[in-house]
T-cell receptor
Framework: RKEVEQDPGPFNVPEGATVAFNCTYS??????FFWYRQDCRKEPKLLMS???SGNEDGRFTAQLNRASQYISLLIRDSKLSDSATYLC???????????FGKGTRLSVIA | DAGVIQSPRHEVTEMGQEVTLRCKPI?????LFWYRQTMMRGLELLIY????????DSGMPEDRFSAKMPNASFSTLKIQPSEPRDSAVYFC????????????FGPGTRLLVL
C-alpha cells in the first residue's frame, strides 16, 4: 500500500462549482498534514496546512480524520486559476521529509 | 530572498554521459532535499541533508546517482552514467527551523536523456 493515496483525476468542473479531493495515508503515526499545489511545469507550493479541527482559508477548506487516516480539501466557487494539480502531503514524524501523494489534477472550465 | 535556485533549468544529454544538477537552498535553511518527479511515480524523495550531512539516501535509485553538499549554500546531484529512464524533473527543496515543516521547492531541472 502506498503511503499517501489520491484519486489522480482529472476533475473537470465548471467555474463556480464546488469540488472535493480526498486522500488517505497509511502511517497512523503521521504527525503533520498539508496540501500543496503544483501548476503545470512548475514546482509544488504549499497551499495550506491541515489541522485536526479542520481549517479554512478563503474558498479552501481542509479537514483531517485521524481515525480513518483521511484528509480532504474542499474548493468552493472554483476559479479558472484554481486549475492545477493538488498534492496531499504527510509528515511521518517530526523532522522527517514530507511524503507526497501523486496528486489530483483539477481543470476548471469556463 | 531569491528562493531555492536550481541549475540548469533544462538538460538534454545522451545516454552514458555524466549529468550534474545544482542547487542553492534558501539562506539559513538547514535541511535540503532532492526529489525526482515523473508521471508514473510522482514525487520521489532521493536523498536529504541536515546541516550538510546526508541523513537518508535510501531513495537514490542506484550507484549511478550520488549527491553532495559541501557547504550550507550548495548541493549537487550527479548521475553517471545517465540512462533514458533517468529522464524526469529533478527538484531541490529546502526547509528551515522556523518554517514549520514547510518545504520550499526550486523551479526544477528538466532532464532528458536520449
Amino acid at each position: 500500500r502506498k503511503e499517501v493515496e489520491q484519486d489522480p483525476g482529472p476533475f473537470n468542473v465548471p467555474e463556480g462549482a464546488t469540488v472535493a479531493f480526498n486522500c488517505t495515508y497509511s502511517n497512523s503515526a503521521s504527525q503533520s498534514f498539508f496540501w500543496y499545489r503544483q501548476d503545470c511545469r512548475k514546482e509544488p507550493k504549499l497551499l495550506m496546512s491541515v489541522y485536526s479541527s479542520g481549517n479554512e482559508d478563503g474558498r479552501f477548506t481542509a479537514q483531517l480524520n485521524r481515525a480513518s487516516q483521511y484528509i480532504s480539501l474542499l474548493i468552493r466557487d472554483s476559479k479558472l486559476s484554481d486549475s492545477a494539480t493538488y498534492l496531499c502531503v504527510v509528515t511521518p514524524s517530526g523532522n522527517t521529509p514530507l511524503v507526497f501523494g501523486k496528486g489530483t489534477r483539477l481543470s476548471v472550465i469556463a | 530572498d531569491a528562493g531555492v535556485i536550481q541549475s540548469p533549468r533544462h538538460e538534454v544529454t545522451e545516454m552514458g554521459q555524466e549529468v550534474t544538477l545544482r542547487c542553492k537552498p534558501i539562506s539559513g535553511h538547514d535541511y535540503l532535499f532532492w526529489y525526482r518527479q515523473t508521471m508514473m511515480r510522482g514525487l520521489e524523495l532521493l536523498i536529504y541533508f541536515n546541516n550538510n550531512v546526508p541523513i537518508d539516501d535510501s531513495g537514490m535509485p542506484e550507484d549511478r546517482f550520488s549527491a553532495k553538499m559541501p557547504n550550507a549554500s550548495f548541493s549537487t546531484l550527479k548521475i553517471q552514467p545517465s540512462e533514458p529512464r533517468d529522464s524526469a524533473v529533478y527538484f531541490c527543496a529546502s526547509r528551515g527551523w522556523d518554517s514549520q515543516e514547510t518545504q520550499y521547492f526550486g523551479p526544477g531541472t528538466r532532464l532528458l536523456v536520449l
